[in-house]
């Protein structure tokens, strides 16, 4: 019993201690550099390293040298098991809001150890509610609108497909 | 056996220790092979317009205009230069610009900008001086019998293996109502529909982009642009990302003149309109 006490708080403080020392910084810096080969650019946010998350505020993202939105807030974390990134308040870029008329008030996506080619997502902005997945291994994309009234939905529908399950929006990658 | 609980307590106490410690010594390890440093968005040097106006008009059709003030040339001493060929210039109090040709590459360049280490310095009715190391180079324009009056019938066209020959009116710019332009900039899905272009991938970088798709009789189709057309340029402005082509789309409304060089086959084909 003793013994297995001793594990118990042997592998909790290893846990504990990789949580504590896991480089985030530099990990966030390594998938920046992997996003930079897609072309994808986040650039002017401050990054705030807490003990088990990253923090990113005020950044922008770029797309082939193109100001493609803005965000407040991303917040990424992770348990070893499970990882999450919760972005609030992304704005796409004055130049493209005729293009794409969403604003998205939250978005979190979340990756479990369990399904690791799926990645949960919800989100919410001025065009209602929405959720789906990315299929990472058949490079797929899936969210489901709920349909709403505003007027930001409407320019959104002829983005989506109309399905029994509602409107759907679909994108290989 | 008080002494034996303790010892074993402070053993356990260093084996936790150690785990820390070998955790935080193998993240230390594994941080130097890291990037220190995240990525930024580097700010792009200045954009060469897309929206200047140029003039494009042949000699039968071109309005009386008042004779120009000519601007003397510098009292220096000017070296012609024979290795750059100049195709067109533009001379106005807003915008000063001039296409220059070397070997195959052609660049259209604003007063100020650098072309082969050449910097554009001054712009007149039928030269411009170009400076480089303290040193003036003129450099005419290639025209024939009327030098003062560089017009659309000099200007030479980019030739790849053969050259569409044009003749004084093919050089007379059609026309495009305004009203088209802004109806596509504010109905981007019905460009999707009309056309559908990529960027023309060589190695990493893309050379223009390519029509995979055009809807028959559409504007677009009208314009004169085919499937398989590469849009290499638009009005002096090479074509080379997709920030290019946004950024034309961006300015659609502040274009006068709309001047498309593609690459059909193995032949460079200009088309000009002018938008009113």
Same mark, same amino acid.
């Given at each position: 019993?003793?013994?297995?006490?001793?594990?118990?708080?042997?592998?909790?403080?290893?846990?504990?201690?990789?949580?504590?020392?896991?480089?985030?910084?530099?990990?966030?810096?390594?998938?920046?550099?992997?996003?930079?080969?897609?072309?994808?650019?986040?650039?002017?946010?401050?990054?705030?390293?807490?003990?088990?998350?990253?923090?990113?505020?005020?950044?922008?993202?770029?797309?082939?040298?193109?100001?493609?939105?803005?965000?407040?807030?991303?917040?990424?974390?992770?348990?070893?098991?499970?990882?999450?990134?919760?972005?609030? +308040? =992304?704005?796409? /870029?004055?130049?493209?809001? #005729?293009?794409?008329?969403?604003? !998205? %008030?939250?978005?979190?996506? $979340?990756?479990?150890?369990?399904?690791?080619?799926?990645?949960?997502?919800?989100?919410?902005? +001025? =065009?209602?509610? /929405?959720?789906?997945?990315? #299929?990472?291994?058949?490079?797929? !994309? %899936?969210?489901?609108?709920? $349909?709403?009234?505003?007027?930001?939905?409407?320019?959104?529908?002829?983005?989506?497909?109309?399905?029994?399950?509602?409107?759907?929006?679909?994108?290989?990658? | 056996?008080?002494?034996?609980?303790?010892?074993?307590?402070?053993?356990?106490?260093?084996?936790?220790?150690?785990?820390?410690?070998?955790?935080?010594?193998?993240?230390?390890?594994?941080?130097?092979?890291?990037?220190?440093?995240?990525?930024?968005?580097?700010?792009?040097?200045?954009?060469?317009?897309?929206?200047?106006?140029?003039?494009?008009?042949?000699?039968?059709?071109?309005?009386?205009?008042?004779?120009?003030?000519?601007?003397?040339?510098?009292?220096?001493?000017?070296?012609?230069?024979?290795?750059?060929?100049?195709?067109?210039?533009?001379?106005?109090?807003?915008?000063?610009?001039?296409?220059?040709?070397?070997?195959?590459?052609?660049?259209?360049?604003?007063?100020?900008?650098?072309?082969?280490?050449?910097?554009?310095?001054?712009?007149?009715?039928?030269?411009?001086?170009?400076?480089?190391?303290?040193?003036?180079?003129?450099?005419?324009?290639?025209?024939?019998?009327?030098?003062?009056?560089?017009?659309?019938?000099?200007?030479?066209?980019?030739?790849?293996?053969?050259?569409?020959?044009?003749?004084?009116?093919?050089?007379?710019?059609?026309?495009?109502?305004?009203?088209?332009?802004?109806?596509?900039?504010?109905?981007?899905?019905?460009?999707?529909?009309?056309?559908?272009?990529?960027?023309?991938?060589?190695?990493?970088?893309?050379?223009?982009?390519?029509?995979?798709?055009?809807?028959?009789?559409?504007?677009?189709?009208?314009?004169?642009?085919?499937?398989?057309?590469?849009?290499?340029?638009?009005?002096?402005?090479?074509?080379?990302?997709?920030?290019?082509?946004?950024?034309?789309?961006?300015?659609?409304?502040?274009?006068?003149?709309?001047?498309?060089?593609?690459?059909?086959?193995?032949?460079?084909?200009?088309?000009?309109?002018?938008?009113?």
């Amino acid at each position: 019993m003793q013994l297995a006490i001793k594990i118990l708080i042997g592998l909790l403080i290893f846990y504990l201690s990789v949580m504590f020392f896991l480089p985030k910084k530099e990990l966030y810096f390594l998938a920046e550099k992997q996003l930079e080969e897609q072309k994808l650019i986040i650039s002017d946010e401050k990054i705030d390293e807490g003990i088990f998350d990253i923090k990113l505020s005020e950044g922008k993202l770029f797309f082939e040298d193109m100001d493609v939105a803005t965000f407040e807030n991303i917040n990424i974390a992770t348990t070893l098991f499970t990882n999450s990134a919760e972005i609030t +308040n =992304f704005i796409p /870029a004055q130049s493209l809001q #005729d293009i794409i008329p969403v604003g !998205i %008030k939250t978005l979190l996506l $979340t990756q479990s150890i369990i399904n690791f080619d799926m990645v949960d997502i919800e989100l919410s902005g +001025n =065009f209602g509610e /929405a959720e789906g997945v990315v #299929d990472l291994e058949k490079r797929e !994309i %899936k969210l489901f609108f709920k $349909t709403d009234k505003s007027k930001s939905f409407t320019k959104l529908k002829k983005y989506l497909k109309k399905t029994k399950e509602g409107w759907i929006y679909e994108k290989k990658f | 056996m008080k002494k034996s609980f303790k010892s074993k307590f402070i053993n356990f106490l260093l084996l936790l220790l150690s785990i820390v410690l070998i955790v935080k010594f193998i993240f230390f390890i594994s941080k130097q092979f890291l990037p220190a440093e995240g990525v930024s968005q580097k700010i792009s040097s200045e954009q060469k317009p897309f929206f200047y106006t140029f003039k494009a008009t042949n000699k039968k059709n071109a309005p009386v205009k008042k004779k120009l003030k000519i601007k003397k040339p510098p009292k220096k001493n000017i070296i012609s230069i024979k290795k750059f060929e100049l195709i067109a210039l533009y001379n106005s109090t807003d915008v000063k610009l001039a296409t220059i040709k070397y070997n195959k590459k052609i660049d259209t360049i604003l007063a100020g900008e650098v072309f082969e280490g050449y910097k554009l310095i001054s712009i007149f009715q039928a030269y411009i001086i170009l400076n480089k190391n303290k040193k003036d180079y003129k450099l005419e324009i290639k025209s024939g019998k009327d030098d003062k009056k560089p017009s659309y019938k000099d200007v030479k066209k980019p030739k790849i293996k053969k050259s569409i020959k044009l003749d004084d009116e093919e050089f007379e710019p059609k026309k495009i109502e305004r009203k088209k332009i802004d109806y596509y900039k504010n109905n981007l899905e019905k460009v999707w529909k009309d056309i559908t272009i990529m960027p023309n991938k060589k190695g990493k970088n893309s050379d223009g982009f390519k029509v995979l798709k055009i809807k028959k009789d559409s504007d677009f189709h009208k314009l004169g642009i085919q499937k398989g057309d590469i849009i290499k340029e638009i009005n002096g402005r090479e074509l080379k990302s997709n920030k290019d082509a946004f950024y034309f789309f961006k300015n659609l409304d502040k274009i006068d003149m709309l001047q498309i060089s593609i690459l059909r086959g193995e032949e460079i084909k200009e088309i000009e309109y002018e938008v009113r």
